[in-house]
């Protein structure tokens, strides 16, 4: 399969930006690294290779862009109100910076997004689609860590800090304004394990913050899986055949063929 690689210096992130693109046609996956992962991670960790079916029967293009603010959050500024900071300039820079790029890629400058990750890759999938619905029909959010200030982050929790957490700002969104309404079309898939370093309570917590938001969405554990890759590599592949099964014209010519 064919993979593209492009960097540019961020101005909104004060820092070089990475955007990675294997396979050439299908529905454009956005998937977030771990923690302070890099573009390269999910080749680097076979999750590549376990969607090769789907890449090379042209189902989906999988595109990866760096943990910029997982890498200031682990290596620079632990604080609430640092870690607010930059993760609004990353929403930002995938606002004005990735969804076009993808876009362009892709050739159509309306094409709905499909977002993923695993951990830390989880709350920015999840931060993408409440802020975007517009823009991305599906999140696959897999062994999430959705609650900065449980593990990650320490400090007040502030208005910053507030506009910058999903799982602090889903609450507070206008019941009739237009991100809800709009976020009640979509589908958020939230998967987890139950092994070791997995944390399935926080899964169901984000799910009752979604129900009550009225967004559709649907909880899966995977009993007694690890917090690691080989998790993943099983997920992704598996609940993205699941939610874009090949169409029945598609399945008849190949089976003609």
């Known amino acids: 399969m064919t ?8 101005e909104r992130l004060s820092r070089d930006l990475t955007l990675c693109r294997w396979g050439e046609v299908g529905r454009p996956v956005l998937f977030f690294p771990t923690a302070a992962g890099d573009a390269e991670e999910c080749e680097r960790f076979l999750l590549v290779d376990a969607l090769s079916d789907l890449l090379e029967a042209g189902r989906i293009k999988l595109y990866s862009c760096d943990s ?10 632990a604080s609430t109100k ?17 969804l076009p790029a993808i876009r362009k890629d892709c050739g159509d400058d309306a094409i709905e997004l499909v977002v993923t990750g ?10 993408m689609f409440l802020r975007h619905p517009y823009d991305v029909s599906h999140a696959i959010l897999m062994s999430g860590t959705y609650d900065l200030t449980q593990k990650i982050l320490r400090g007040p929790v502030d208005d910053a800090f507030v506009a ?8 507070r969104l206008d019941p009739q304004g237009p991100t809800l309404t709009k976020a009640r079309e979509r589908l958020a898939l939230i998967v987890t394990g139950t092994g ?16 009550a938001a009225r967004i559709p969405n649907r909880v899966i554990e995977w009993e007694g899986w690890d917090h690691d890759w080989p998790l993943w590599r099983r997920m992704l592949p ?19 063929a």
């Open 68 to 77: 910029t603010a997982g890498m200031v959050w682990l290596k620079e500024d």
């Open 238 to 256: 598996y609940y993205l055949d699941e939610l874009f099964p090949i169409e029945a014209k598609e399945t008849a010519t190949t089976s003609d």
């Open 118 to 127: 695993p951990s830390i890759g989880a709350f920015q999938a999840l931060s």
């Open 82 to 98: 640092g870690g607010a900071r930059i993760q609004h300039a990353y929403d930002q820079a995938l606002e004005h910076e990735v």
């Open 3 to 10: 993979k593209a690689k492009e960097t540019w210096y961020s």
């Open 196 to 211: 070791r370093f997995e944390d399935p309570e926080q899964s169901w917590q984000l799910a009752d913050l979604l129900g």
């Open 164 to 171: 910058a957490s999903p799982m602090h700002f889903l609450p």
